[in-house]
């Protein structure tokens, strides 16, 4: 599958279900590492002596969607241009 300034240049749904499931898996395995990361620093707290309480873990989550834009970036800018 080919991108052309952000498009795909081909429809095949064969190559699009594979881009899916890489997005999917590229999704997951950032979830899983910052899921790792988190635990690794609640132990180092933990074993500062820091009492983590259960209120503090229930609003952590290790799917960030500040700095992932998963489905990519897309320009507002021309939606009014009209195609040729």
Known sequence: ??????????????EQEK???FSTLLTDAVTFDTTLDMMNVLRQLAAKGREIKPEDLAV?????????????????????????
């Open 1 to 14: 599958m080919e991108f052309l300034e952000g498009r795909l240049r081909d429809n095949d749904p064969v």
């Open 19 to 21: 881009h899916i499931k």
């Open 60 to 84: 952590l989550s290790p799917y960030q969607t500040m700095w992932i834009n998963r489905f990519g970036v897309y320009a507002t800018d021309k939606i009014t241009i009209t195609p040729e």
